[in-house]
């Protein structure tokens, strides 16, 4: 059934954090200002908020790209061929030790432009607005625009920042939840816009604080490896921290990096770039 239309005028745009340019959609069920999620739940103007389209006769089929940034997504399959398989290395150090395919490229092929105000920023806001609403959450939710790696900048059309009280089930352990929750978001969002980028969802500037730490730990890492000589293993890692040490160290002319190992147990050795 069709829902009633959202009566009354929203509020203006809040602040940006950060210093990009922002906008505050206010609190759900509270009475503050911006744009008020919880009233009468009808859908927003706009093209980005109204009736769905037809749908396709086959969805887009989403990869890492879509979640965690340019430069994730596993390279072309090679066409199979006989003999015996290649060797796989041990992971130790040097350039042996698994696929790169979640290092970041030096030059970009495709940059997406941060837009706020887009129709499928739009779509992923009104997504976070419901699944706030089922899990019965009352909190902020501010749209801003990605400013760094962690933030999806290239691949990020925005950031969607939720803040309040209690959230640690929105985070879960490791941060599982909130790439839970991000990836339920775009995958609406890329079903309904392909090819349009994603949204990066944050909690209490948990990505934030948590990208600080990688890049501080790569850094060190580094430094030591130049002091010891031989390659160090860094703890498990999800895909888009083990790019940020990637991007970190990228540029550094001593060191290279290069992930090893499968699934959950996947993980980045840094060691001293070979003469």
Known sequence: HP???RGGGGGGGGGASGGAAGRDRGRRGGSGGGRRRGGSGGPRGGSGGGQRGPRAEREPQLTEQ??????????????????????????GGG????????????????????????EEVDLAAEVVDSILQILEIDADINIREPVTAGDGLGSARAVIDISGDDLGMLIGRRGESLMAFQYVVNLVMTRRFPGRGSVTIDVEQYRRRREDQVVSLAERMAERVRDIGEPITLEPMSAAERRLVHLALVDDPEVETNSVGEGDSRKVVISLLED
């Open 3 to 5: 829902r009633p239309p």
């Open 66 to 91: 879509d979640f965690f940034g340019e430069g994730a997504a596993p390279p072309p399959r090679q066409p199979a061929r006989s003999g015996p398989p290649p060797r796989r290395s041990s992971g």
């Open 95 to 118: 350039g042996g030790g698994g696929s790169r395919r979640d290092r970041p490229r030096r030059r970009r092929e495709e940059n997406i432009e941060p837009d706020i105000n887009a």
